[in-house]
């Protein structure tokens, strides 16, 4: 997994996609925080918004960082090669999981510039940022997660992409069917929406039931990927 890991986050590190994703990822973050602290030349400590438009940034930018994880390797025809390497499916996605964890959560670190930068004016509540920047880690982990299920369905990168954009909006959009008259159906909806359990962080709210529900998120997406992957070494 280590081996796969470095691989992969070299390959972050050495592409134009990689340095294109994080520098517009960080050029958006600017201009909410011009367009939220600046341009009204009004100081605020309030970053809910701020962390909330950054996580819709990463919405989209997650799938076209993630598409190639599993794709690449079947193009190159190093698939198959993986696979019969001493190595097992749980090795292959969680050292290719972590790598794009790692390049997505040092962009994110560098977001926290911001509010560093204005508490020289204002008093910053760093719980709330705390907890905003929790949101995105989850967040970030979540969409790398179903990335890399959607990576593992197919060997074109449009459609790996596309399906880890509809998986990831439908997760947002859950929200929207828990307004069900019904209080069972409504309750539940809400108990499996991701935007339900993200918007707690993003209102500097850290609550252990938050915490549960992205890390069996994440967990069944990566084990979907991961049973995925494993299939193939039985063809």
Same mark, same amino acid.
């Given at each position: ?14 592409? &134009? ?5 994080? *520098?517009? /990822?960080?050029? =958006? %973050?600017? #201009? ?5 602290? $600046? @341009? ?53 996605? &969680? ?5 794009? *964890?790692? /390049?997505?959560? =040092? %962009?994110? #670190? ?5 509010? $560093? @930068? ?53 997760? &947002? ?11 069972q159906l409504s309750a ?6 991701? @935007? ?36 193939r070494t039985w063809k």
């Open positions: 997994m280590i081996t796969i890991f470095k691989k992969e986050l070299k390959v972050y590190f050495s592409s &134009l996609l990689g340095y294109v994703l994080m *520098f517009v /990822f960080l050029l =958006l %973050a600017g #201009t909410f925080f011009w367009g939220y602290f $600046l @341009a009204g030349a009004q100081a605020s400590s309030d970053f809910s918004a701020f962390f909330a438009d950054i996580n819709t940034a990463l919405l989209f930018i997650i799938p076209i960082l993630t598409f190639r994880t599993l794709v690449e390797d079947k193009k190159l025809g190093t698939y198959e090669l993986l696979l019969t390497s001493p190595v097992t499916a749980w090795d292959i996605v &969680l050292g290719k999981f972590l790598a794009a *964890f790692a /390049f997505v959560m =040092l %962009a994110a #670190t560098l977001v926290l510039i911001f509010p $560093l @930068a204005i508490s020289f004016i204002t008093t910053v509540e760093w719980g709330a940022v705390l907890a905003g920047w929790l949101g995105i880690f989850f967040s970030a982990a979540f969409f790398i997660a179903i990335g890399m299920f959607a990576s593992s369905l197919t060997d074109n990168y449009v459609i790996a992409g596309l399906i880890a954009l509809m998986l990831s909006v439908l997760m &947002l959009v859950l929200s929207f069917f828990g307004n069900s008259q019904n209080p539940f909806f809400q108990s499996i929406s991701y @935007a339900s359990h993200y918007q707690q962080f993003a209102q500097g709210l850290i609550r252990a039931k938050d915490f549960l529900y992205f890390a069996i998120g994440i967990f069944l997406w990566l084990f979907l990927a991961k049973s995925i992957v494993e299939s």
